[in-house]
């Protein structure tokens, strides 16, 4: 008897893919497009839904495929209404998703791998390592198995990993839910984040159109490098002048339509530690950095994490340097912090202990 589990999954699979499942299998051309129906517009959860094609050809799917559907294990709901997930991979670990809903929006934050190699030293995922990398078919499991998938607008890759260390399935995942096979949902309500992985940068800002978010949290190199290793493989000074230099607004060259700068968001996330990147020199380091560049820069409250020497900067300095950069013409936010009592904010996110 085959491992049900070791059979690869249709979910993940491009329509160009599921055109090719169809054809090696001796069924016609447009089944293929009917299996993407069935995967990502009617978001079914066994193969033996898909009614419109016959027992037999659904019987022989199901012995050499499986759907790369899993439910969440465990699920913990914030008193602000956030809710964290525990979804299981492919490969037999776990991972966490966040789901944070609000009046206008409801925003799943997803994981692209299993711990993350980067090593940023405030941040619990960094403190993993890395596990394993996740499959599009994981990727997209946490989104079509979200028990609020109907309310959801917006997907930000935030969780655990970067996004960019596992390009090939983050931009896989991207493209089916972009595409008009798939979700169709407009590149706009995606964002990926990534600590600057040039190489990386470089290929999605050519090959998708969703909006990128560059995890900044130091301006001032040397400081950078001292808590975020990533900064000594792709120093940030160069990775902001790889986004000054690239044209935003080129030709698309399938369409020649305009692939115009306006159309995707770029933004800077910088977490505010107390006495470590909150004084006048930071904000100035900030503005000289990103000057001249078409971004916004969102202001993010830490998170204490278990022995770590990182605090939270009081809000009223939060405040100052927004105001300051916002002065000098970059336009900020301060985000507001959720799901803190359930370790489901920024750089909380953790799956060590569960794989006990
Ligand atoms: S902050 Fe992001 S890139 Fe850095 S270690 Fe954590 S998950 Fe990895």
Known sequence: MKNHDVLPTLSGMTLQELQGVALDMGLPKFTGKQLAQWLYAKQVTAIDEMTNLSKEARTRLAGKFQLGRRPA?????????????????QSGHQVESVFIPTEERGTLCVSSQVGCRMGCQFCMTGRQGLQAQLTAADI???????PEFSRLTNVVFMGQGEPFDNLDAVLRACEILTSPYGLAWSPKRITVSTVGHQKGLRRFLNESQCNVAISLHF?????????????????????????????????DEETGGHLGAKQRRLSFEYIVFKDLNDSRKHSDSIVRLLQGLDCRVNLIPFHSIPDSPFRAAPEVKM??????????????????SRGEDIMAACGLLSTLEDKA
């Open 73 to 89: 294990l465990r699920r913990w709901v914030s008193r602000d209404g956030t809710v964290k997930y525990l979804f299981p991979t």
């Open 319 to 336: 405040k100052m340097m927004r105001d300051y950069l916002t002065q000098h013409g970059l336009f900020s936010m301060l985000r507001a």
């Open 219 to 251: 301006a001032i190199p040397e400081e950078r490098a001292q808590w975020m290793p990533a900064q000594k493989a792709w120093p940030i000074e160069k990775t902001v002048q790889m986004l000054k230099e690239y044209d935003f607004c080129r030709e």
């Open 140 to 146: 997209l499991n946490q989104i079509y198995s979200l």
